[in-house]
């Protein structure tokens, strides 16, 4: 197994925990907060999907599909506090950009030399401290996904769904 083995194998655990817990749930459930102060599951997604195109844009510059005009402004840190629903998405309107970011991302991975993967700078210029190599920026954009998980299983059990996984 290769270290790209590993990181697809990442994005697809990580794809099928988000799936699971997205299932069954509306536009107005991606809005439940339920705990004062945990962000609500729409800003999450758009943080997941934003975060996901910087890293891959500090990989590669132009390797990420656009997103749509004000998505990043309405996902940033100074939003979180942001309940208006104009300015989130479906669940199948967050699914659909997730989709094609992360065949862009993969898209990326794939085109990727071997030993490319232990650069710790790449077009966009040097590579964060959090990940200071392009293997593990990708690796982190794959996982990224898990560190949100826990807060949709609150979001869940307040709407009395069944246990997803």
Known sequence: MTAKDLIRKAFAGSERIMQTYLEGLSKSDLLIRPVPGMNHIAWQLGHLISGER???EMI???SSPALPEGFEANHDREHTSNDDASKFLSPEEYL???KTQREATLGLL?????EELDKEE???????PFAPTVGQLIHLAGTHPILHAGQFVAVRRK???PIAL
Do not use: F, T, V
């Open 54 to 56: 910087r890293m891959m």
């Open 60 to 62: 590669r510059p132009g």
């Open 96 to 98: 659909g950009l997730w």
């Open 110 to 114: 794939n085109s990727l030399p071997d």
């Open 122 to 128: 790449a077009a966009g210029g040097k590579l964060p």
């Open 159 to 161: 709407l009395n769904l």
